[in-house]
C-alpha cells in the first residue's frame, strides 16, 4: 500500500464562537487530484490555511509521508514541499513577473537565472508567461499563471489550489486542467479547493466533502452526480428557480455606440459598446472581469459622467453626463459588487445605509425621524430574512451573503425602473444566491429592466433572458439565452463573436421580437 | 559669467540639505512609512550638530552628532507607528512639534555663538578650471555626498535584491510578510536610515551652511523635502533635481532682492515655495505615473497576521 502524501487526523479548529473545522480527517495520496467541497463558510479555507502554516489547529494531527508533522508558518510548508496559488492573488503589481517569483525564493539566485526558470518551466507546461512584462499589464488569467509557474519552481510535492477557475474563461479553464493532470502524472498531489460541481467531476480523482466544518463524506466524484454531491455539500439539492418567459416592455436603457478612455492605467477602454435594456427582461453581461465591465457599469450608473450626453438613454432622456443622485431620481439604480465600501458603509448601522439612499425617513430641515427610519430598515431586514443584529447593526458585522441580501433588498424596496447588479450573488452561499436571483425575477416579473453583470456563467444562464458578451472593451451582439451555450459564450468571451453592420445594436441571434 | 558661475554654486550648496533629506526621506517612504517628523529631527540635529562642532572643534563629529540624533528620534518614532500602531501622521506632526521646541530649549545657551568657517578644499585641479571650478568644484564635500547618495539609492533601490524587497513592502506588506519578509523589522531599518539623513541635513545648515544656531532656522526644509519626495514621484534623481530647483529659485530671489527689483521682499521670499507647489500640481496631473511609483502602502499601519 502506498503511503499517503497527507493525512489529517481529527483537525479541529475553534474561532471565539464558531467550530471552523471539527474533527476532519482527509487523506491525499500521491499524485492524486483531491477536491474538497464546501459552501462558502463550511471550512474550507481554515482547513487549507491549516495545512499550509498559516494557522494552529486546536486538535489533531497531520501526518506528511506518514511522518507525524507540525507546520507553523507558510515557510515550514514549503520545505515540506507544499505551494499554493491563492484566490486573490499576493503578486506585487508594479514588479515585473521575474521579479514577483524571486521575491518568492529563499536563495541567492541571481535574477537572470530565475528569469530562465521560468521560461523553461513556462514552456514545460505549455503556459505562456514573459517573465519581464509588469504584473500590472497582465490579465487575471496570465496572473494566475505567474502564481502557478512561481509555486512550480519550487518543485512541489503537494500544489494546492483555492478556488482556481473563478477568473478564468471555460477555456482557459480546460488549459488548466491539461496542466494539472500533467502536473500530477509526475507524482505531485494536487489538493483542488471548489464549489463548481462539473470541474470537479471532471477534474478530481477523490472528494472530500466538508459541510459547517464536518467531514460528510469522502467520494470518487467521477461516479457522483452533481445531485448528489450538492446533497453532500448543502444537505439538499438546491433550490430550483422558476424561470417564466419575459414578456419585454418598452426600452427601458439604451447604450448607444459609447467609447470612453479609461481613466486609469489599470482599467480598459470602452469600444462602440451598444446596448439596449426593455422593462420586464433580464439582460446579462457575460465576460472575465478586468474586460471594460467596471468602465461600463461607472459609466451606466453615472459614476463616471463623461459619456456624450446622448450615449446613454434613460426612457429615451439622455443621460450621459448626469450624477449618480439625479439618475438615481430618474429611477436608474445600481448596485455595485463591492458591498463593503460602494454598496454600503462599512462603520454605518444598516439604518443609515438606507438613510444615505432614501430620504422618506427626513423631515424638514434635514431632520431625520429615528422612528420612521428604523421601522423601514426592519422591515426589509424581515422581508428579505437577513440574519443580523436589527437596523442598528453595523454593516461590516455582517456575513457577505446576509449583507448582499440588505443591499439587494434595499434597492428592491425602493422600485427601481431600471436596476444595474454588479456580480449579485458574488461570495454567497447557495440558499442566500437562490434567494437574491429569486428576489431579481420577482422585480423583473413586476416590470423592472435588469441588467446583470456577472462571471458566473451559471448564473446567468439561470437568470437572464438574453445575454451580451464583453471582451477587452468591446460588447458583443445579444443571444436569448435559451439559444446560447457554453461553449458560444465562451469563445465570445475570447473576442470572437460575428460582427455584424457598423451602426449599432440592430444585430441580434436569437433574440425574441 | 562668473556671477551666473557663484549662482550655481550657491544652488548646489543651498539645495543638498534638501537632497540629503529628502534621499532619507524616500527611502524610508518607498518601505510604506510616511514620517511628517521631519523638520524635528533637522532642528533636533542642527542643535546636536552645533553644540558638538561647539564643543570639539571637529566638524566631522559636528555632523555624526546630527546623524546620530537623526537616528535616534526616527527609531522612537519608528517602535511608535510599527510597533505600537500609532496614526503616522499624528505621530509624525507630534516629532515635528516636539523637535521644535527641544531644539530651542537645548539650543538656548548657544544662541549667538559661532563656528569657525573653515576653509572648504573643494576637488583638487579641478577647483582651478575656469568658471566651472567656482561653478562646481569648490563645494563642501557633503554636497557631493549627496550626488553620490542620490546614485547610491538609485542604484539600490532598482537593481539590488535588497532594494526590491524594501520596494515590495512599501507596496504591499501583507504579501511581503506572507513571502516571509521581516516587513516590520525592514520598515524600522528604513525609517532610521531616514532619519540619519535628515539628521545629516540638519547638522549640515547648522555647521556648514550657515555655521551659527539660530531658533528655527531649518526654516520648512524638512517640510520641503517631504514635498519633494512626492514631487520626485519616489524616484531619486528627480529628487535631487528637485532639490536643486527649489535652491535655485530660493538664490535667484535673493538676488534679485540684493540688485534692488522693486518687489515685496515677502513675495520674493514667498517664491521657492510657490514654485514648488506649481511644480506638484502639474505631476499630480498624471494620476497614472503616481500610482505607478508611489508606494501603495504609504501612511497606512500594517499588522501581521491580519
Known amino acids: 500500500m502506498t503511503v499517503p502524501r497527507l493525512q489529517l487526523e481529527q483537525i479541529t479548529k475553534r474561532f471565539a464562537s464558531v467550530v471552523a473545522n471539527d474533527a476532519v480527517a482527509l487523506t491525499v495520496l500521491p499524485g492524486e487530484i483531491h477536491s474538497i467541497l464546501g459552501e462558502n463558510g463550511a471550512g474550507k479555507s481554515t482547513l487549507v490555511k491549516i495545512i499550509y502554516g498559516a494557522l494552529r489547529p486546536d486538535a489533531g494531527r497531520i501526518l506528511w509521508n506518514g511522518q507525524p508533522v507540525q507546520i507553523r508558518s507558510p515557510q515550514e510548508a514549503r520545505a515540506l514541499g507544499i505551494a499554493m496559488v491563492f484566490q486573490h492573488f499576493s503578486l506585487f503589481e508594479t514588479l515585473t513577473v521575474a521579479e514577483n517569483v524571486w521575491l518568492g525564493m529563499s536563495g541567492k539566485i541571481p535574477l537572470r537565472q530565475v528569469v530562465a526558470g521560468i521560461r523553461s518551466k513556462a514552456a514545460e507546461y505549455g503556459l505562456e508567461l514573459e517573465p519581464e512584462r509588469e504584473v500590472h499589464t497582465l490579465s487575471v488569467g496570465e496572473r494566475q499563471r505567474v502564481e502557478i509557474v512561481r509555486a512550480l519552481l519550487a518543485d512541489p510535492r503537494l500544489l494546492i489550489l483555492d478556488e482556481p477557475t473563478s477568473v478564468l474563461t471555460p477555456q482557459a479553464v480546460e488549459k488548466l486542467f491539461v496542466t494539472l493532470r500533467q502536473l500530477a502524472a509526475t507524482g505531485c ?325 | 559669467m562668473n556671477e551666473f558661475a557663484l549662482l550655481v554654486a550657491a544652488t548646489l550648496a543651498a539645495g543638498t540639505p534638501l537632497a540629503i533629506a529628502g534621499i532619507g526621506l524616500l527611502v524610508n517612504e518607498r518601505a510604506g512609512v510616511l514620517n511628517l517628523g521631519a523638520e524635528g529631527m533637522m532642528l533636533v540635529a542642527a542643535v546636536a550638530g552645533f553644540a558638538t562642532g561647539y564643543a570639539t572643534g571637529s566638524e566631522v563629529a559636528a555632523l555624526a552628532a546630527g546623524a546620530l540624533a537623526g537616528a535616534v528620534i526616527a527609531a522612537i518614532y519608528g517602535w511608535l507607528v510599527i510597533w505600537l500602531n500609532t496614526n503616522q501622521y499624528a505621530t509624525g506632526l507630534a516629532v515635528s512639534l516636539f523637535g521644535s521646541g527641544f531644539s530651542a530649549f537645548v539650543g538656548l545657551g548657544l544662541v549667538g555663538k559661532k563656528l569657525e568657517e573653515t576653509e572648504v578644499a573643494g576637488v583638487p585641479l579641478l577647483r582651478d578650471l575656469p568658471v566651472l571650478g567656482v561653478a562646481l568644484f569648490r563645494q563642501h564635500p557633503v554636497v557631493y555626498l549627496a550626488m553620490a547618495l542620490t546614485g547610491g539609492v538609485a542604484f539600490f533601490l532598482h537593481r539590488t535584491r535588497s532594494g526590491l524587497v524594501l520596494r515590495a513592502i512599501g507596496e504591499s506588506p501583507v504579501s511581503a510578510h506572507a513571502l516571509g519578509y521581516p516587513v516590520r523589522r525592514i520598515r524600522l531599518a528604513a525609517v532610521v536610515v531616514g532619519g540619519t539623513l535628515c539628521g545629516v541635513a540638519g547638522a549640515y545648515l547648522s555647521v556648514v551652511y550657515t555655521p551659527l544656531w539660530v531658533e528655527g532656522m531649518v526654516a520648512g526644509r524638512g517640510w520641503i523635502a517631504l514635498a519633494l519626495t512626492t514631487f520626485a514621484t519616489w524616484r531619486p534623481t528627480r529628487l535631487l533635481l528637485g532639490a536643486y530647483l527649489f535652491g535655485g529659485v530660493t538664490m535667484l530671489q535673493l538676488d534679485l532682492q540684493a540688485s534692488g527689483v522693486q518687489v515685496a521682499p515677502q513675495f520674493m521670499s514667498m517664491l521657492p515655495y510657490l514654485a514648488t507647489v506649481v511644480v506638484l500640481v502639474l505631476i499630480s496631473r498624471n494620476p497614472l505615473w503616481i500610482r505607478l511609483n508611489m508606494p501603495a502602502s504609504l501612511g497606512k499601519t500594517f499588522f501581521p497576521g491580519s
Request: charged letters at 25%; hydrophobic letters at 40%; one cysteine or more.
Open chain 1, 189 to 513: 498531489s494536487i489538493l483542488y479547493i471548489s464549489h463548481k460541481l462539473d470541474e470537479i467531476r471532471a477534474l478530481c480523482h477523490q472528494c472530500t466533502v466538508l459541510r459547517g466544518g464536518r467531514v460528510t463524506g469522502t467520494c470518487d466524484p467521477t461516479l457522483e452526480s452533481n445531485a448528489s454531491l450538492s446533497r453532500l455539500m448543502i444537505g439538499a439539492e438546491p433550490p430550483r428557480l422558476v424561470h417564466r418567459q419575459a414578456t419585454p416592455g418598452q426600452v427601458a436603457l439604451r447604450v448607444r455606440d459609447l467609447t470612453l478612455e479609461k481613466l486609469d492605467r489599470f482599467g480598459t477602454d470602452l469600444h462602440g459598446v451598444s446596448l439596449e435594456l426593455r422593462e420586464g427582461e433580464v439582460v446579462g453581461v457575460a465576460g472575465v472581469s478586468g474586460n471594460g465591465q467596471q468602465q461600463l457599469l461607472a459609466a451606466i450608473s453615472g459614476e463616471d459622467p463623461r459619456a456624450e450626453e446622448g450615449a446613454v438613454e434613460l426612457f429615451g432622456q439622455p443621460i450621459g453626463r448626469l450624477g449618480v443622485a439625479a439618475r438615481r431620481k430618474l429611477g436608474l439604480h445600481f448596485i455595485p459588487e463591492e458591498r463593503l465600501g460602494r454598496g454600503a458603509v462599512p462603520t454605518l448601522s444598516l439604518a443609515h445605509n438606507m438613510l444615505l439612499t432614501r430620504d422618506e425617513s427626513l423631515r424638514a430641515l434635514g431632520w431625520i425621524d429615528r422612528r420612521a427610519l428604523k421601522y423601514q430598515t426592519a422591515k426589509i431586514i424581515e422581508r428579505f430574512k437577513v440574519k443580523s443584529g436589527g437596523p442598528a447593526a453595523v454593516a461590516r458585522s455582517l456575513s457577505g451573503g446576509n449583507l448582499q441580501k440588505y443591499i439587494v433588498g434595499r434597492e428592491i424596496d425602493a422600485v427601481p425602473r431600471v436596476l444595474v447588479v454588479a456580480q449579485p450573488t458574488w461570495g454567497v452561499d447557495v440558499g442566500a444566491a437562490a434567494q437574491i436571483r429569486a428576489e431579481l425575477l420577482a422585480l423583473r416579473d413586476a416590470g423592472t429592466a435588469l441588467l446583470v453583470v456577472s462571471e458566473e456563467l451559471e448564473e446567468l444562464f439561470e437568470m437572464t433572458d438574453r445575454l451580451h458578451v464583453m471582451a477587452r472593451g468591446r460588447l458583443s451582439p445579444s443571444i436569448g439565452t435559451s439559444a446560447a451555450t457554453v461553449e458560444l459564450i465562451g469563445e465570445w468571451m475570447s473576442g470572437l463573436w460575428p460582427t455584424g453592420p457598423e451602426d449599432g445594436p440592430g444585430v441580434s441571434i436569437g433574440e425574441f421580437p
